[in-house]
């Protein structure tokens, strides 16, 4: 009966581990598509300027001019950044900060 018992209590455990790291898959951060775009920003919603960047890019170059990467949810694709916003352009050249003559 006991081993009936153990058998039955790892099964839960074991299943109970496989989905959990299921709903882990699911619900992490997908890596976010940045090649070919012609700039990149790199920041979070709660920074005013990056907001602000980015708005500048859409008034600019029209709407989908860049790639946004929220730094919050994709910490991995901002390791190393000090401040935002950080925008990429095209050539590989690393903006930190607003800037205007993008």
């Keep these: 009966m006991l081993k009936k018992i ?10 109970a581990i496989l989905i959990a790291i299921r709903l882990y898959d699911l ?6 598509d940045t090649s070919g775009a012609d700039f990149v920003v790199y920041g979070t919603d709660w920074c005013g300027y990056t ?35 950080v925008t990429k352009k095209s050539n590989g050249d690393m903006i930190v900060g607003f800037n205007s003559q993008l």
């Excluded at 619900?27 to 976010?32: E, H, N, Q, S, T």
């Excluded at 960047?53 to 989908?64: A, E």
């Design 27 to 32: 619900l992490k951060p997908k890596k976010v």
């Design 51 to 85: 907001t602000k960047q980015r708005k500048h890019l859409d008034s600019k170059y029209g709407s989908g001019s860049h790639v946004y990467v929220n730094c919050d949810s994709n910490p991995d694709q901002c390791k190393g950044m000090k401040g935002f916003p």
């Design 6 to 15: 153990l058998k039955n209590k790892l099964f839960q455990a074991v299943v």
